[in-house]
T-cell receptor, first 112, second 116 residues
Framework: TQLLEQSPQFLSIQEGENLTVYCNSS?????LQWYRQEPGEGPVLLVT?????EVKKLKRLTFQFGDARKDSSLHITAAQPGDTGLYLC????????????FGPGTSLSVIP | GAVVSQHPSRVICKSGTSVKIECRSL??????MFWYRQFPKQSLMLMAT?????????EQGVEKDKFLINHASLTLSTLTVTSAHPEDSSFYIC????????????FGPGTRLTVL
């Protein structure tokens, strides 16, 4: 059973278009992270959201944490080829081991 | 940001041999590190949680005698794949939690293991 769902799984868009990636769960998370991973490399942290309803902006990327802390979205404005990669959301569940659950990822391809 | 390194970045070995992968937190102390495995075009699968000074906690389905984890210091965790077989070929990634109040993990660059 996948605790975290991501949609869409694959996305191919033209440069300059906008897009939104969704991360959903039936579980409540103490925090949620978004990562971007390129082939053959480790994931790179983009943002951590902690408070329900929180919105964070990172240049052309806007991240939102749902009010109930069960879901999140990543919106990219005017996508560029450099945005191409695998976007992973990861939710932290407070356990004695600070375990983080990863979503299946959204593979984004931005065509010049 | 926090820096986590892995060594080696790529390794090719013969079936039946053992391979050790190192994970280091370079600019912070990490009491907890994690080891993940990732197959092509898939997400990260948590293998085990490595705690400094104690035994690792393995996820269901991960053989602890096959994947030996040692977290001997606050900046180093090692994963040893024992008696490797071709099906162990994968991308192995470690991460470390930086103790700054949130559960943010910082990832190493990964190690590509190929077992012939």
């Amino acid at each position: 059973t996948q605790l975290l769902e991501q949609s869409p799984q694959f996305l191919s868009i033209q440069e300059g278009e906008n897009l939104t990636v969704y991360c959903n769960s039936s579980s409540v998370f103490s925090s949620l992270q978004w990562y971007r991973q390129e082939p053959g490399e480790g994931p790179v942290l983009l943002v951590t959201v902690v408070t329900g309803g929180e919105v964070k902006k990172l240049k052309r990327l806007t991240f939102q944490f749902g009010d109930a802390r069960k879901d999140s979205s990543l919106h990219i404005t005017a996508a560029q080829p450099g945005d191409t990669g695998l976007y992973l959301c990861a939710g932290s569940m407070k356990t004695s081991y600070d375990k983080v659950i990863f979503g299946p990822g959204t593979s984004l391809s931005v065509i010049p | 940001g926090a820096v986590v390194s892995q060594h080696p970045s790529r390794v090719i070995c013969k079936s039946g041999t053992s391979v050790k992968i190192e994970c280091r937190s370079l600019d912070f102390q990490a009491t907890t590190m994690f080891w993940y495995r990732q197959f092509p075009k898939q997400s990260l699968m948590l293998m085990a949680t490595s705690n400094e000074g104690s035994k690792a906690t393995y996820e269901q389905g991960v053989e602890k005698d096959k994947f030996l984890i040692n977290h001997a210091s606050l900046t180093l965790s090692t994963l040893t794949v024992t008696s490797a077989h071709p099906e162990d070929s994968s991308f192995y990634i470690c991460s470390a939690i930086r103790p700054i109040g949130t559960d943010t993990q910082y990832f190493g660059p990964g190690t590509r293991l190929t077992v012939l």
